[in-house]
């Protein structure tokens, strides 16, 4: 579980935005295809598909307390599944999000 907590880490911490996912989530889709719309540049993790995947959600669930996905992370900061993001995305919030760097 170490070695996944740190995966876990490196990928939110060295990613923009970060989407760990799952291949058949219509959701999941929506929340990729929002970004590609914005021209935004992220790293989706297939979790279906990582051989770690469970462990993977596992982790984001005790980090985030969300267990489904889409499971969005903008410059570190956790951001929710994709009901916020389109929310963010509405209000103008998701563009602020985007240009400022989380405090962690």
């Known amino acids: ?20 996912s799952k291949s058949y989530c219509p959701f999941c889709r929506r929340a990729k295809d929002l970004f590609g719309s914005l021209k935004v540049e992220f790293k989706a993790i297939e979790l279906d598909e990582h051989e770690n995947g469970d462990e993977i959600q596992e982790f984001l669930k005790t980090l985030t307390g969300q267990r489904t996905v889409p499971n969005v992370f903008i410059h570190g900061r956790h951001i929710g599944g994709f009901d916020t993001l389109s929310s963010a995305n509405q209000t103008g919030k998701l563009k602020d999000y985007l240009k400022q760097k989380a405090k962690l």
């Not at 579980?1 to 760990?20: D, Q, T, Y």
């Open 1 to 20: 579980m170490v070695a996944v907590r740190e995966l876990v880490k490196r990928l939110i911490g060295e990613n923009s935005v970060m989407i760990f």
